[in-house]
DNA sequence: CCTCCACAGGAAGCGCAGGAGT
DNA sequence: ACTCCTGCGCTTCCTGTGGAGG
């Protein structure tokens, strides 16, 4: 709340009054709690640039995807419908900022030509039916108007009517298209839509990271949703180094940052997925890092600690997530690892985490059911628990060699197993 | 070599919730 | 309001695997 408010219009008496029953007149007149951020130097001149939803003006390492996406919709300018266009490539490939760009680049150009061009990004995890991208769509194209509530066909006769009488070309980006529930079904009606439109038409630039997905659609949504496809490729070490240049020149102030430091944000992201929105996020974090320690500069220690504190993250957001039994479950790898290492440290051995057998584990997770008097999974259902587990990369488990009897998994926990326990513990905490 | 052990993972099926169709 | 269908989470049952031990 106090964030959102705008903080030069607002006397700071007048709202503290307002949003607090402590009497503060002591430590108002001794010093405001923002007084140390407002003289803080920083090292950012435009944080932003480092911000997930951030669109650079100029897409680096694009220039064929966007040249294509440009061919594809220029046949607007001569008053033309354009084909669909389906793009694919892994998260963090530029697909979604590379059709923004052109799609405002689109608008720009269509005002300048007095031409009618109207466009609607969604993001179809939230807009996930055909009947909430029509919602969607008209409410971008009569932002005054409220149709809450019509029928999905007097919502699609609305947009129709839209787009013919101002003959406009409409164009709707679909991001992440393969969770819209019947997609089969919203792709035939907007391409069916275009026989019905005697000025101006509708097309689709749908956007996905899973290829496979298009396997599961009707062959004839197939065909027109795909009439076009481009494929963004996850970036390399390389173009991720100067995707990262070209954002710390906007983001952060001169030579702040060192350029080992950007190769290593740049090869630490390639390695695990060749996604620029990790580099950079690598960075922001890096530079989070050192401003709070006063630095003047980033260097790769910064780096590895902004990974281990965002591999931190996802975890943790990852453990939250789990459903309760196999929460017990890595609960109980971390518990029999904990105490393992315990008896290994007292004989001078290694520091690493501990190899566990999955018997044992299944015995733990057992007995910590019964203490606490919960339901015990099924053996069977425990080991798929446990493949999903090492999906997540939170364990890794190997088949036993030699030494252990026959067929059983060795499992050894990738995190610290403290903090395994204590990201349990706080999300038992959230949902008491 | 055979049998046992301790487990892996496939197949089938069950109960339930939630959505779609009528 | 009601069936019907489907997907999910899970169990039960079963076959396969490879070292240990007789």
Not at 10 to 36: A, C, D, G, K, P
Not at 108 to 126: D, E, V
Request: hydrophobic content about 40%; charged content about 25%.
């Amino acid at each position: 709340m106090l964030i959102m408010l705008n903080m030069h219009n607002i006397h700071y008496r007048q709202l503290f009054i307002q949003y607090s029953l402590v009497n503060l007149s002591e430590t108002m007149s001794s010093e405001n709690l923002f007084t140390e951020h407002l003289n803080k130097e920083t090292i950012f001149l435009n944080r932003n640039a480092l911000l997930p939803h951030y669109t650079p003006e100029h897409l680096l390492f694009r220039e064929k995807q966007m040249e294509n996406l440009v061919d594809s919709l220029a046949v607007i300018l001569r008053n033309e419908k354009p084909s669909n266009i389906f793009l694919y490539g892994k998260t963090g490939t530029g697909k979604t900022a590379a059709s923004k760009l052109v799609v405002e680049h689109l608008l720009q150009a269509m005002k300048s030509k007095q031409g009618n061009f109207a466009s609607a990004y969604m993001n179809c995890r939230t807009y996930n039916s055909k009947y909430k991208v029509l919602s969607k769509a008209v409410k971008e194209l009569f932002p005054k108007e409220n149709f809450l509530g019509y029928s999905a066909t007097f919502v699609f006769e609305k947009v129709m009517e839209y787009v013919n009488e101002t003959k406009s070309h409409l164009v709707l980006v679909l991001d992440e298209i393969d969770m819209i529930k019947d997609l089969d079904e919203c792709v035939y009606s907007l391409t069916r839509a275009n026989d019905d439109l005697k000025n101006g038409s509708i097309s689709i630039l749908g956007i996905s990271n899973k290829l496979n997905f298009k396997d599961k659609l009707d062959p004839r949504t197939k065909s027109s949703l795909c009439e076009r496809e481009l494929i963004f490729p996850p970036y390399n070490a390389e173009e991720l180094t100067e995707i990262l240049r070209q954002r710390a020149e906007i983001a952060l102030k001169n030579k702040i940052v060192e350029d080992s430091a950007l190769r290593l944000a740049a090869a630490l992201a390639a390695k695990e997925s060749g996604d620029a929105r990790t580099a950079v996020l690598f960075l922001l974090k890096g530079a989070e890092l050192a401003e709070k320690k006063g630095l003047t500069k980033i260097t790769d220690k910064e780096i590895e600690l902004a990974k281990k504190s965002v591999e931190e993250e996802i975890a943790f957001e990852m453990i939250s997530c789990l459903p309760e039994q196999q929460q017990r479950v890595l609960k109980s790898i971390a518990v029999l690892a904990g105490e393992k290492k315990g008896v290994q440290s007292l004989h001078g051995s290694s520091r690493e985490e501990a190899v566990l057998l999955s018997g044992e584990v299944f015995e733990k997770y057992q007995s910590m059911a019964k203490e606490e008097k919960v339901s015990i999974i099924s053996g069977r259902w425990y080991r798929e628990y446990l493949n999903e587990l090492e999906m997540y990369g939170l364990i890794s488990t190997i088949m036993s060699g030699k030494g252990q009897r026959g067929q059983t998994k060795l499992i050894k926990v990738l995190l610290d197993s403290k903090k395994i326990l204590k990201a349990c513990a706080q999300t038992a905490d959230l949902t008491n």
